[in-house]
């Protein structure tokens, strides 16, 4: 079946520091790839995604290319602020409709 | 815009009791689901929809109960609660096909 493996935590970072978080993925056909942020006491919302091979999601300065050859889709920001902790989780999702998520990486970042 | 309304936010229950929480979307969208989100496990499917009158079971079904007679609601039931069932509880809605999935704020539920 599908599946979505991402990077264990939690992170924990100064801020400005370079953000990766690691996100690979196995599934039948071509799914579509998210990346979704929770806050403390929120539910889910969409950071970013990709539907297709080699597009790349990028939303508040996180970015995400879509890695068919490796089955990937790593999180990436430049220079993290305080305001970007929280639970970032991972997810594909289907043509059939069919959803996926990782088991989430919480990141703190220090001031 | 409500989006995704779910209620209660917070309930505390006894063990044996039952209880429905609620979901509610006004944006037309056919697919609805149930999760639960415990320490260290993700996300898991509890029961989803993709139209009225249409639900099938996820990932961890069990003690759970859903139907979907309006585009609109799809109640989540459990028939008698359980402290395995303490966790909280996300109703999830999105068109059709590999589509982006917009969340409702949470219901944390207690058993004692």
């Known amino acids: 079946g599908d599946s979505v493996t991402q990077m264990e935590g939690p992170v924990t970072l100064s801020e400005e520091a370079f953000l990766t978080i690691n996100c690979t993925y196995t599934?039948?056909?071509?799914?579509?790839l998210f990346w979704y942020v929770q806050y403390p006491g929120e539910g889910l919302q969409l950071l970013l995604k990709a539907t297709k091979a080699d597009d790349k999601g990028s939303n508040k300065g996180f970015e995400a290319t879509y890695r068919k050859e490796t089955t990937s889709f790593h999180l990436e920001k430049g220079s993290v602020q305080v305001s970007d902790s929280a639970v970032y989780f991972c997810?594909?999702?289907?043509?059939?409709?069919?959803?996926?998520f990782g088991d989430g990486t919480t990141l703190t970042v220090k001031p | 815009n409500a989006g995704v309304t779910q209620t209660p936010k917070f309930q505390v229950l006894k063990t044996g009791q039952s209880m429905t929480l609620q979901c509610a979307q006004d944006?037309?969208?056919?697919?609805m689901s149930w999760y639960r989100q415990d320490p260290g496990m993700g996300l898991r499917l509890i029961h989803y929809?993709?139209?009225?009158?249409?639900?099938d079971q996820g990932e961890v079904p069990n003690g759970y109960n859903v139907s979907r007679s309006t585009t609109e609601d799809f109640p989540l039931r459990l028939l008698s609660a359980a402290p395995s069932q303490t966790s909280v509880y996300f109703c999830a809605s999105a068109t059709t096909g590999a589509n982006v999935l917009t969340f409702g704020a949470g219901s944390r539920l207690t058993v004692l």
């Open positions: 599934a039948t056909g071509y799914p579509s």
């Open positions: 997810a594909l999702r289907t043509n059939a409709g069919k959803s996926t």
């Open positions: 929809s993709v139209g009225a009158g249409i639900t």
């Open positions: 944006m037309n969208h056919e697919y």
